[in-house]
């Protein structure tokens, strides 16, 4: 095993991995440990997070640091101080009491200040515009190089080994799978490979023929002389006053040395280390630019004037990495066996430990011990890569402390993949998303609308955007918002439209596969869940399951032929579930896989009048008789061509139009011209997230996760414990005979006026917590506000009465009846 990386992030992977009894594991580091950016890092830990994935990961980083010193008998350097997050808008509260929701399910304390509380602990702070603030007492900062040191003893003590000033120079993968690394003191040899290479990501991806999606950006912080009032606190003994972050305006401060130190994350900084540092690289710095950082100081003298009373004794401008989302890259490479990336990390010092347990748990035990979606590496596509990934980076930088808002589509690099259909959509309204870098129609906006004057209405904050804005410079449309915004409405007409007549949906970023071959259906019977579908033209779901028997992905399989299956998958885990179908199929030729994502577009036709409208169009019957429910046909589409599956995710009455990408404009075309008489009309992704809520149908990442086994989730009926063998199958037998830790259930929240469950609220049995809801929102067609949930298993019967947390407000809730519409399904069925 060897670690290539000796700043933090790469250190803490070597400890972990000696901890749980690697101990042929080495780290090579080109230079001194901490001289990439771990060295000059402010050494904050944030447990502020909206990612499940990234708040466990801070939670256990914060959670081993203070033990680490008693272990190893190293100074780290812990001031557990507190953090302090100011509220100066209505938003930025529903932000923070959305958090503390997040944060109570994994078990992180968030404490809600009003200003005259918060200027008890931060007197030198003036309370002008504050509504109220959050602070998490476990939180505070660390000396960076003595953390590093710390974890670098511990690995040491349980046989781990560190080179220092050793470069790897190449890196070759063997035949046998072995990975050889020529470096500058010889040649190494190791099974698995961890990259944690900082700046250098981009570098080291090159040596491995990959496109890793790191590129790091400038950040400064300034530190000031000493202050008196601070010099006479430490005099008389008075607590540190902690990490302050003033959110509204971009910038985070504490105390440093008698001073202060401010870090703002300002507009304009630029990316660095394009095509990677020199390699004589070390504790590098770049020249301040104060200009950039006026605004930021001068909110943090109106917030502090004490900052602007004493001088500036230093500015560090060093490297910060980041990925097009901001958060890390934590997990498998794609296309590379036994290569693991530990990478992106723009809170290096925070997610260090937390990162480096769940890598070693990954790599020695075969999958981590929570759910890393968020983090994991493939989740970007093969699209993020040069200047792309500039744009992205210096997004995600300056984007750091503005309101992070659910329904948030940012608007760097964009648009970048577009369906054919996608001037169309946009000519009938359609405001866009995006999904592993397509545009997807979110919702459609009557002509001619914009948000009103009030509607823009900024607020008197440095951050301030709370609204879209559209790449092509017209009026935005969208508020943005955790409650139920401008578009709520026009959503729901949308559903109703779909119930009452029919819509069409642009799929086309759905990710599919073509699998063929005399072992072809052998094959996925043995990887997926569910019995495959015997004769040609059937179709059945399955579940792509982990060897614990949690839920990796989901597939629609289509029978197309006798040797040959088309598969459905999700288009954001496109990367994801492609490295995994190429990892587990055979080696002897019997099964051939082929990606034809970007060949074929999908149009969901749906609604009561989806048959009335294709009928004209085609030669087949569409009879329920003669094409019924989860099959599928090869039919014309007019004069183009398509394979018509019957299934949805709406439930309703209508067929997935699977067409060779170039007829999709005239496919298009020849719908809507036949559904003129029916009223037809496009529908957005949001639509379609409510409507599938009123189905209890499930989504990766949501109610599907490897932390929730194939029962838990509900999936009974899709996984065939009577076959002989799949993946999973013998972890679902161990565990049916043990005690479920978690319930599907859906529930009916009651008392909402404003603003819905969305996911990760805490559900309560009077103040325990009994669990988290997974998706919520209103369900159109049953007009009641909906939730999907995981439970305790003995609260999970019809009937029962809960309470969820939303925003800080508890409503009752009730679980009810899988699919509260049309639970026959006899809308999917006539």
């Known amino acids: 095993m060897v670690v290539i990386g000796g700043g933090a992030v790469g250190v803490s992977t070597l400890y972990h991995l000696a901890a749980k009894g690697c101990t042929d594991a080495v780290l090579l580091e080109r230079k001194e440990l901490t001289a ?79 200003p005259e509380e918060v200027r008890s602990i931060w007197p030198l702070a003036q309370m002008k515009g504050v509504l109220g603030a959050i602070q998490h007492p476990d939180d505070g900062y660390i000396q960076p190089a003595d953390l590093t040191q710390a974890l670098a003893r511990g690995a040491r003590l349980r046989g781990a080994e560190i080179f220092r000033n050793v470069a790897v120079t190449a890196i070759t993968q063997l035949p046998g799978g072995e990975w050889q690394l020529t470096t500058t003191e010889g040649d190494i040899r190791c099974e698995h490979l961890v990259c944690a290479t900082g700046s250098f990501a981009r570098k080291t991806g090159a040596m491995l023929g990959l496109d890793i999606p790191v590129m790091p950006v400038e950040h400064q912080y300034l530190v000031t002389e000493p202050h008196p009032a601070i010099r006479q606190r430490r005099r008389e003994g008075l607590p540190e006053m902690g990490v302050l972050r003033e959110s509204d305006a971009s910038y985070y401060m504490r105390e440093e040395n008698g001073g202060l130190l401010l870090g703002p994350y300002e507009v304009g900084a630029p990316c660095c280390y394009i095509d990677g540092p020199h390699p004589d690289s070390e504790y590098e710095l770049f020249q301040p630019d104060l200009d950039r950082l006026l605004p930021y100081i001068e909110a943090a003298i109106r917030r502090v004037p004490a900052f602007g009373e004493v001088g500036i004794k230093r500015v560090y401008n060093g490297a910060i990495a980041y990925t097009p989302d901001g958060s890390p890259i934590v997990g498998p490479a794609w296309d590379k066996r036994n290569l693991w990336l530990n990478e992106g990390h723009s809170f290096g010092i925070t997610a260090a430990g937390g990162a480096g347990w769940q890598l070693a748990e990954w790599i020695l035990e075969g999958e981590p011990g929570i759910d890393m979606m968020g983090v994991d590496p493939r989740r970007f596509g093969p699209y993020a890569t040069g200047r792309y990934l500039r744009q992205k980076a210096e997004e995600a930088y300056r984007k750091v402390f503005t309101v992070h808002y659910p329904d948030e589509e940012r608007g760097a690099a964009r648009p970048l993949r577009r369906s054919p259909c996608y001037d169309r959509l946009k000519q009938a309204g359609a405001v866009f998303g995006t999904v592993y870098g397509w545009e997807r129609a979110g919702w459609f906006a009557p002509p001619g609308y914009k948000l009103s004057e009030a509607e823009r209405a900024a607020p008197d904050t440095l951050l301030h955007i709370t609204h879209d804005e559209p790449a092509d410079g017209s009026a935005p449309r969208e508020r943005w918002s955790f409650r139920r915004s401008n578009y709520f409405p026009f959503v729901g007409r949308e559903c109703r439209h779909v119930a009452e007549a029919a819509g069409l949906l642009d799929m086309s970023p759905f990710a599919k596969y073509r699998v063929s071959g005399p072992g072809a259906e052998a094959w996925l019977n043995h990887i997926l869940s569910n019995r495959m579908p015997r004769r040609r033209g059937m179709i059945a779901l399955a579940y792509l399951l982990t060897p614990a028997g949690g839920v990796r992905a989901e597939a629609t399989v289509y029978r197309s032929g006798e040797q040959d299956f088309y598969l459905v998958m999700a288009g954001s885990q496109q990367r994801h579930d492609w490295d995994y179908l190429n990892q587990l199929a055979p080696q002897d030729g019997s099964v051939k896989l082929e990606n034809i994502t970007t060949q074929l577009g999908v149009l969901v036709l749906a609604g009561p009048g989806a048959r009335d409208i294709l009928q004209p169009l085609t030669d087949t019957d569409l009879s329920s008789a003669s094409f019924p429910w989860l099959t599928g046909q090869a039919i014309d589409v007019g004069f183009a061509q398509a394979t018509a599956l019957r299934v949805n995710f709406v439930g309703e009455l209508g067929w997935e139009l699977h067409h060779p990408i170039e007829m999709q404009t005239t496919i298009f075309d020849l719908l809507m011209q036949s559904g003129k008489k029916f009223d037809l009309r496009p529908f957005g992704i949001k639509a379609m997230d409510s409507l599938r809520l009123e189905k209890s149908y499930r989504v990766i990442g949501r109610e599907l996760s490897i932390e929730y086994s194939a029962h838990e989730s509900g999936l009974n009926r899709f996984v065939r414990m009577d076959k002989p063998d799949f993946i999973g199958r013998s972890a679902l037998l161990a565990r049916q005979a043990a005690a479920a830790a978690n319930r599907f259930v859906t529930l009916q929240v009651h008392g909402v006026t404003d603003a819905d469950a969305r996911g990760s609220e805490p559900i309560l049995l009077d103040n325990a917590l009994v669990g988290r809801t997974t998706s919520g929102g209103y369900g159109w067609r049953v007009e009641k506000s909906l939730a999907l949930a995981m439970v305790r298993p003995d609260l999970g019967d019809i009937g029962t009465e809960l309470d969820v947390i939303i925003l800080g407000e508890r409503h009752r809730a009730t679980i009810i009846a899988e699919s509260p519409y049309d639970p026959g399904n006899q809308r999917l069925r006539n």
């Open 36 to 114: 990439g950016s771990t060295w000059h890092a402010a050494g904050l830990l944030p447990l502020f997070n909206l990612s499940y994935s990234v708040g466990q990961l801070h939670k256990y980083s914060v959670k081993l640091y203070r033990t680490l010193q008693v272990e190893t008998g190293q100074n780290v350097g812990f001031s557990q101080v507190s953090n302090i997050r100011l509220a100066c808008t209505p938003d930025r509260m529903d932000e923070y009491r959305y958090y503390a929701g997040i944060a109570r399910t994994i078990g992180v304390e968030v404490k809600f200040l009003t």
